[in-house]
């Protein structure tokens, strides 16, 4: 069964980029889509953004777009979200999710339930 092991949170300050990684194991193919998703306390899940099978298939809420960069290295298995210019406001659990796909040109889907494997979480903390 697939499974999602994170990496790369903790605790920056404000104005920092930060790394996070998504690798998928128990799985050669590189035939899903994987997004990206934060909560943070007494919030809801949001989507952060997400990239699918094909790398040119990214996608990005509204508010990432411009400070955040997600990629895939296929041959890896590996997921990587980018976070520049990081806000106390972005201060969230985060999670990696992975949905299983049949074309390379689907896209990766912004709705949390639409995804079936799910990475531990990982916590990132922006000081002020």
């Known amino acids: 069964q697939m499974q999602l092991v994170e990496s790369g949170g903790g605790l920056v300050q404000a104005g920092d980029s930060l790394r996070l990684s998504c690798a998928v194991v128990?799985?050669?193919?590189?035939?899903?889509?994987m997004g990206w998703f934060r909560q943070a306390p007494g919030k809801e899940r949001e989507f952060v953004g997400g990239?699918?099978?094909?790398?040119?298939?990214?996608k990005y809420a509204d508010d990432m777009k411009g400070r955040c960069t997600i990629s895939r290295d296929n041959t890896n298995n590996t997921g990587t979200l980018k976070m520049n210019s990081l806000k106390h406001e972005d201060t969230a659990d985060y999670y990696c999710?992975?949905?299983?796909?049949?074309?390379?040109?689907?896209?990766?889907?912004?709705?949390?339930?639409?995804?079936?494997?799910w990475g531990q979480g990982i916590q990132v903390t922006v000081s002020s």
């Open positions: 990239i699918g099978w094909s790398a040119g298939t990214q």
């Open positions: 128990g799985h050669r193919n590189s035939d899903y889509a």
């Open positions: 999710a992975v949905v299983p796909i049949h074309r390379p040109d689907t896209d990766a889907a912004e709705s949390a339930w639409r995804y079936v494997y």
